[in-house]
């Protein structure tokens, strides 16, 4: 009995482990323009989606470009099934200048 509760548990946590990798794999760029566009007020033709990156907790890290300006954005997924709305940081949080200053290296805003 024991070892059939800890095979079930081990494989739903290798099954949710594969959530961000999968989920990245299966939702679009056109699909994350446009949650990011609802979270920054605007349509989602005016949205760029660049590097993207999956994280094994289902995560999808992405910038969005609009109107200029650069925001990191995020959305939870289950294995691309289930989607949860973008969260997008503030106008420009990317630097990408390559000049940081502490505060920015603290903040992991530097690339």
């Keep these: 009995m024991n070892s059939t509760k800890t095979l079930l548990a081990a494989g739903l946590a290798l099954l949710m482990a594969g ?3 999968v989920g990245n794999a299966v939702v679009s760029d056109d699909e994350l323009a446009r ?6 007020d605007t349509t989602a033709d005016k949205v760029t989606v660049s590097d993207r990156t999956a ?7 992405y910038v969005a470009t609009t109107r ?6 995020y959305i939870t997924s289950m ?18 200048s390559g000049k940081c200053n ?3 290296r603290a903040a992991g805003q530097c690339r």
Excluded at 79 to 96: D, E, F, H, L, Y
């Design 19 to 21: 959530c961000g990798t």
């Design 35 to 40: 949650k990011a566009a609802f979270a920054l």
């Design 68 to 73: 200029g300006r650069k925001h990191q954005c």
């Design 55 to 61: 994280e094994v907790s289902g995560a999808i890290n």
């Design 102 to 104: 502490d505060l920015q």
């Design 79 to 96: 294995m691309g099934a289930v989607n949860s709305s973008a969260v997008c940081s503030g106008a420009n949080s990317v630097n990408t």
